[in-house]
């Protein structure tokens, strides 16, 4: 697979560029938002020159990287590829046109993966006539970093579609683990209660979000504590996935912290916005 499209610039889509580059693959990165993906580039050459300074990439190897990823805002961009990753804003409504519109514009033999991180790929299958090739491919932040990717198998999902997104995977330096779709999959399911339950200690006064991941990183050997966590991942972004599980399992242990929802409607949304738990801007 050498030619790769990855639909949203974002954090998690920069990342998923930079990787599949930096493994020799031809990359269109496509957003609608010409800013965003300038500032993807920012961030792809800036991560790129701290690997040179970790002496883990060659100094070369840096304009080789960048010369393979193409940026555009026009999504026909996917036309070529073989594989598609879309890692647009976690909403579902995003998420099901996107994929009605790359089915009806790819090859009939690509596949479409989404780097969703609760939403049903079985769902997002659905609104295309290619479920069997839908899947999805949840990396970890930082993407080039992380060593998971978990691979989301939907009700139509092929066995050859799975196969051949887990020897990407593994091509690319990862460690492919399948599981099946079920909101949250197995990543968040077990991490966003234990997120929102710190978030719970907070409103209760139980601690301060200092002593609450202190906890956690000296007592658990955690290496973030949860609020920093979650301030990382985005508190919008851990609302929305907590809003999938809620309704999706119908259990109120999924139920999101008023706080949480406290916060996010008064935009403190962690690093990307300057302020979540902690204070960053300053930082």
């Known amino acids: 697979?050498?030619?790769?499209?990855?639909?949203?610039?974002?954090?998690?889509?920069?990342?998923?560029?930079?990787?599949?580059?930096?493994?020799?693959?031809?990359?269109?990165?496509?957003?609608?938002?010409?800013?965003?993906?300038?500032?993807?580039i920012a961030t792809i050459t800036a991560n790129l020159e701290r690997q040179v300074k970790k002496g883990t990439l060659a100094p070369e190897a840096v304009a080789q990287v960048l010369s393979r990823i193409h940026t555009t805002s026009d999504l026909q961009a996917a036309k070529e590829a073989s594989l598609v990753i879309e890692a647009a804003s976690e909403n579902p409504t995003v998420k099901f046109e996107l994929f009605a519109k790359l089915d009806q514009l790819c090859g009939p033999d690509a596949i479409l993966a989404s780097n969703t991180s609760s939403i049903s790929i079985t769902e997002i299958a659905a609104r295309t006539k290619r479920p069997a090739q839908v899947i999805g491919m949840h990396f970890m932040n930082p993407v080039p970093m992380m060593q998971l990717v978990e691979i989301i198998r939907g009700h139509a999902t092929s066995d050859a579609t799975t196969r051949t997104v887990a020897e990407l995977s593994a091509a690319l330096g990862k460690t492919p683990v399948e599981v099946n779709d079920y909101p949250g999959?197995?990543?968040?399911?077990?991490?966003?209660?234990?997120?929102?339950?710190?978030?719970?200690?907070?409103?209760?006064?139980?601690?301060?979000?200092?002593?609450?991941?202190?906890?956690?990183?000296?007592?658990?050997a955690h290496p973030m504590g949860p609020l920093q966590l979650a301030d990382f991942i985005g508190l919008d972004v851990c609302l929305a996935i907590l809003n999938v599980m809620h309704?999706?399992?119908?259990?109120?242990?999924?139920?999101?912290?008023?706080l949480l929802k406290k916060m996010v409607a008064a935009g403190y949304l962690g690093r990307k916005s300057g302020r979540g738990f902690y204070d960053y801007r300053k930082v």
């Open 1 to 40: 697979m050498s030619k790769i499209a990855v639909i949203g610039s974002g954090t998690m889509g920069n990342g998923i560029a930079h990787l599949f580059a930096q493994h020799g693959h031809d990359v269109a990165l496509v957003d609608v938002s010409d800013a965003a993906l300038q500032k993807a």
């Open 185 to 220: 999959f197995v990543s968040n399911r077990v991490l966003l209660p234990m997120i929102n339950e710190a978030i719970f200690c907070v409103m209760e006064g139980v601690a301060t979000p200092e002593a609450i991941d202190t906890v956690m990183k000296l007592g658990m």
């Open 247 to 258: 309704e999706g399992l119908g259990d109120d242990k999924y139920r999101p912290c008023p």
